[in-house]
């Protein structure tokens, strides 16, 4: 079985999700298609069918985070030791040596990156790019519009 990685935060988020999805909108659905049936010929009840459509994909929600949250590796960057090098859950400030752009990422799972908060995913190509390096070291990535260098100003544990 492969291991998910997630940070606490991010297992965290999953959790409330499952919750919600199990013990609101799955209640929800079940309700709207019983008003549905109510109405009579299900045969072109197009809310019956919509419902029916919603069902589905929350059943699936649940099933596919119950197996992420089986296989999850949770790692609390606050207790990780490696030494000053990027690692899962890493945040790094990063300097770009063509624009002189900062930007501060940390390094998460697939399922809880947000580029807007500044949490990037450990299989994006910065991430990978960055996975083993230092501060003051420069690592190249192959971006949409060309290769980028981006310097590492300092890495955290936090």
């Known amino acids: 079985m492969v291991t998910i990685p997630l940070t606490r935060r991010g297992a965290e988020m999953l959790k409330s999700e499952l919750q919600r999805l199990k013990s609101v909108e799955r209640h929800a659905v079940i309700q709207a298609i019983a008003e549905a049936r109510a109405q009579g010929d299900l045969s072109e009840n197009a809310e019956y069918e919509a419902a029916k459509d919603k069902q589905g994909f929350i059943e699936g929600r649940i099933k596919e985070l119950e197996s992420k949250l089986a296989a999850a590796q949770v790692i609390d960057p606050s207790g990780l030791d490696a030494g000053g090098k990027v690692v899962f859950g890493a945040t790094v400030d990063l300097e770009d040596e063509g624009s002189g752009t900062k930007v501060t990422y940390q390094i998460v799972g697939d399922d809880e990156a947000d580029l807007k908060l500044g949490l990037i995913s450990i299989s994006s190509?910065?991430?990978?790019?960055l996975i083993g390096k230092e501060a003051g070291d420069v690592a190249e990535v192959q971006a949409p519009?060309?290769?980028?260098?981006w310097e590492i100003v300092d890495v955290r544990y936090a």
């Open 125 to 129: 190509p910065i991430a990978r790019a």
């Open 145 to 149: 519009g060309g290769v980028r260098h």
